[in-house]
């Protein structure tokens, strides 16, 4: 099993920066893949960015390429998502999630096996 604890939501004006950070506790393996999901009021859950901390191969959301990036400290089994650049359509719940498979990274919420509980960022305009 594998817990994730998010943090770093908040409330910042359009133009502004916030830093996610992603903990992850449990069965963790350098292979896994951690990813970040936004899902903002009345649409689907959406693909932001994501990296096999193994190899630091990334993937990123043409919506906010960019302007956001992903790391992730292996030793601390922590993903971070730097947003900067925000705009009031970043609004949205963010989730942390890991895939366990070998594959290449995927952009489905289907291809993750585990999730945080997410954290709320509101971009005023």
């Known amino acids: 099993q594998v817990q994730l604890v998010e943090s770093g939501g908040g409330l910042v004006q359009a133009g502004g920066s916030l830093r996610l950070s992603c903990e992850a506790s449990?069965?963790?393996?350098?292979?896994?893949?951690m990813g970040w999901f936004r899902q903002a009021p009345g649409k689907e859950r959406e693909f932001v960015a994501a990296?096999?901390?193994?190899?630091?191969?990334?993937a990123i959301a043409d919506s906010v390429k960019g302007r956001f990036t992903i790391s992730s400290d292996n030793a601390k089994n922590t993903v971070a998502l730097q947003m900067n650049s925000l705009k009031p359509e970043d609004t949205a719940v963010y989730y942390c999630?890991?895939?366990?498979?070998?594959?290449?990274?995927?952009?489905?919420?289907?291809?993750?096996?585990?999730w945080g509980q997410g954290t709320q960022v509101t971009v005023s305009s």
């Open positions: 449990g069965r963790i393996f350098s292979f896994y893949i």
């Open positions: 990296i096999r901390a193994r190899s630091g191969d990334t």
């Open positions: 999630a890991v895939d366990g498979s070998w594959g290449p990274i995927r952009f489905g919420v289907n291809g993750y096996d585990y």
